[in-house]
């Protein structure tokens, strides 16, 4: 009798299993930190914002209602780096990692949810992928914190080497938390260390590592330097983001910072582009910088990373898909191509999708939330736009928002950490069985 | 020997005489606005600023670096309202009216230019097609006239009668040129009327009867009462036109006007909404309209009207290809669909195309003004959509702009008018011989 009841338990899919699995780790994260010995002062913070802090640490945001350097404890900061680091990973591949090293056999099904969850191309080769995934996160990132260790252990002593270690974990999952903030100066992010090239190298390195995916990397070992012989989506990945990376920079550096010194100024400048994509961490002080910089900043925000990356965003394939569609429209060819390869008919349509999707949903939070707080529109659409990209960058608003504009800004975050299309995927049932075509009819665009 | 000769001149393609009949139209009106007798005090006028005007009037924009009322004379008001009428029935329709009137007959390459212009579903019925628009086209305008007589008889006199036809026509054309500046106010719009419901309603009925298009109008006229039976490029129009003049206006209503009594703000809220998507009219000071209403502006002016209307923009239809689409993706659907009828692969891609090629040039011409004239985005921003959606609304910018920002908007504002696809397809030689296909290859999006 058990054995025939517990059959017809609802089959999850794999779109659902990777919601929920996540909204789990974000509530039980939001309920640790309400712990008093999760803050300084050994307070019960808030719910809402100990939710807000959880879906922003979860979804590699850092966005934050409060200063994570001063506000939380060692064991609330613990939490809050655990949190990044299963985020950055995902749920997925942290629950297959559980099971592969509790020596458990992968089920067929949860090969296919990981397939889902980290956007592989195929079934076959998971549990290697995922091995590469663990050793690839877990060896840069203690490389990062030996690169950053001596810069803090030179500023702060014995506690430079949680701080090595967690703002390496935090750069190369794309959060964006910091633990730099003091009771008389809040939210710094990593301004104070401006000029330092080893800290901003090494930020930076971690940043795009993390943030061209780990089927980029994945693709990179196998072919070394065969670049031809590369996966279209990395060749699509790679190029796009040098692009995205060296043009706005660019244009920070000649339009932005105009009193520092020619090497501290090129600096500040990459930094900035490479970090506003996904990362969120700030050398600058961004409410500085002039209104198209800011401008540029929303448009990267919203494009973000690469797809299976610890990045959020409509992400650089959609960006690049739409504008080869853009591109073939021009001259007249038929098909969507990137490097000698055809694009799909349906991945225009999703991408065509997202984009409406992003656009609407940056657009219709920003203004709900200026309405609601009574804030200038254009510091609302950064904040929406920061959070949908899962970027984390402010122009300093976010503490001060009421519960509506917070929970906006929630449900932004996970919408860009989950991906438009899983939560689409898991809220609609199956396929729908075939429609009866029908007719088609001209209508006129443009 | 001479016939001969003349079989070998190149034959043009429609969108290339719809450009170049364009651009010809735009020369000759800027040549005549820099004679003496234009101006009200006798000027040549600068060259770089008659093309401005001309090209704002003929593309039936209305941004102005010259107060219309004030500083034109009533033969520069002349050429200025020539222009308006050609182009808000198309240089196209104007040729094909004038071969029709001489009785000569209407030749294929003729009827399939027009066809093309007008975004005809089929070369049939052009004769007939175009008859109808000139009818209604100076049927509408002339009724519009009568209506706004009273008013401006009452307050000008005898040049009241001038008045109630320049905007008649200024609003049919949805150009948004008026003749109410003053030296001592200049730029005023319709800022006097706005409580007046005569006026309102009068420019209200003929921008909304511009801005839907003649194929529209022809549908309706055909098929009456059935809407059933429309096209349903029709009904996508009709529905998403009441869609996007009723919900901004109730934004509107609620965020902005909080010192008008209940009438005048309903009317002024409604106004602000229908004049945004091309007309550009005003009957309030933008400039003191909330951020959040501002940017809803930027949206509204960036969609624009009808395909083959006297409106500009990306065009509603492509609006709502990319809204059915995005819906037919979250409910899994293959194709999308609007009102029973499929809507074509090519349709999207075309879609896709202008929604991507609209937002880059409002970005890049909003980010070059700013950083050319120091001005703050948004500003620019709300300028680079007014020009490209052919609506000439302004924040109060224009009239000061230097030459490179002038050149941007003039060129933003007959790409606008032409339409993105024109301009496309007549710089690319025709449709280039199929390419071997390309092998599919998989990309993840979003
Ligand atoms: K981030
Ligand atoms: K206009």
């Known amino acids: 009798m058990w054995s025939i009841k517990l059959r017809y338990r609802k089959q999850w899919s794999s779109f659902e299993i990777i919601i929920l699995g996540f909204a789990g780790v974000i509530l039980a994260g939001a309920l640790l930190l309400m712990l008093p010995v999760a803050s300084r002062e050994g307070n019960v913070t808030p719910f809402t914002e100990t939710l807000f802090t959880a879906t922003s640490a979860?979804?590699?945001?850092?966005?934050?209602v409060r200063d994570t350097g001063s506000y939380w404890s060692v064991f609330g900061q613990s939490v809050i780096l655990l949190l990044i680091q299963i985020g950055g990973l995902g749920?997925?591949?942290?629950?297959?990692?559980?099971?592969?090293?509790?020596?458990?056999?992968?089920?067929?099904?949860?090969?296919?949810?990981?397939?889902?969850?980290?956007?592989?191309p195929k079934v076959g080769g998971i549990v290697r992928l995922t091995r590469f995934i663990l050793k690839g996160t877990f060896g840069i990132e203690l490389l990062g914190a030996l690169f950053l260790l001596p810069v803090f252990f030179r500023d702060y002593g014995g506690?430079?080497?949680w701080m090595a270690l967690f703002h390496s974990v935090s750069a190369f999952c794309n959060a964006g938390f910091d633990l730099l903030g003091k009771t008389d100066h809040l939210y710094p992010s990593l301004t104070s260390y401006v000029g330092n090239p080893l800290v901003n190298?090494?930020?930076?390195?971690?940043?795009?590592?993390?943030?061209?995916?780990?089927?980029?990397?994945?693709?990179?070992?196998?072919?070394?330097?065969h670049f031809r012989q590369y996966c279209m989506q990395s060749k699509v990945i790679l190029l796009t983001s040098l692009f995205l990376i060296f043009v706005p920079a660019a244009f920070f550096f000649f339009r932005d910072f105009a009193g520092m010194p020619v090497k501290e100024r090129t600096l500040c400048a990459l930094f900035q582009s490479v970090t506003t994509r996904t990362a969120g961490?700030?050398?600058?002080?961004?409410?500085?910088?002039?209104?198209?910089?800011?401008?540029i900043m929303i448009v990267l925000m919203m494009i973000g990373g690469a797809p299976g990356s610890t990045a959020g965003g409509m992400k650089i394939t959609t960006f690049a898909v739409l504008t080869a569609n853009a591109s073939a429209t021009f001259r007249q060819r038929e098909d969507t191509q990137m490097f000698g390869r055809r694009v799909g008919q349906e991945v225009l349509k999703n991408a065509s999708t997202i984009l409406m999707m992003y656009l609407f949903l940056v657009l219709m939070g920003g203004m709900v939330i200026s309405v609601a707080e009574n804030l200038p529109i254009s510091e609302c659409l950064f904040e929406t736009a920061s959070a949908v990209g899962t970027v984390g960058l402010t122009l300093g608003i976010t503490p001060q928002l009421g519960v509506l504009s917070k929970g906006i800004l929630i449900a932004l975050m996970f919408l860009g950490r989950v991906g438009g299309l899983t939560l689409v995927y898991a809220a609609m049932p199956g396929r729908k069985s075939a429609h009866a075509k029908m007719p088609l009819e001209k209508i006129n665009v443009g």
Do not use: E, H
């Open 58 to 64: 979860a979804c590699v945001t850092g966005l934050a």
């Open 91 to 120: 749920v997925v591949t942290i629950a297959v990692s559980i099971a592969m090293l509790s020596g458990r056999k992968i089920s067929l099904m949860q090969r296919s949810t990981m397939q889902d969850a980290i956007s592989a």
């Open 159 to 161: 506690k430079g080497i």
């Open 201 to 225: 190298l090494t930020i930076m390195g971690l940043i795009v590592t993390g943030g061209i995916g780990f089927l980029t990397w994945d693709d990179i070992y196998t072919k070394k330097y």
């Open 281 to 295: 961490f700030n050398t600058a002080d961004l409410s500085g910088m002039t209104g198209a910089s800011q401008a």
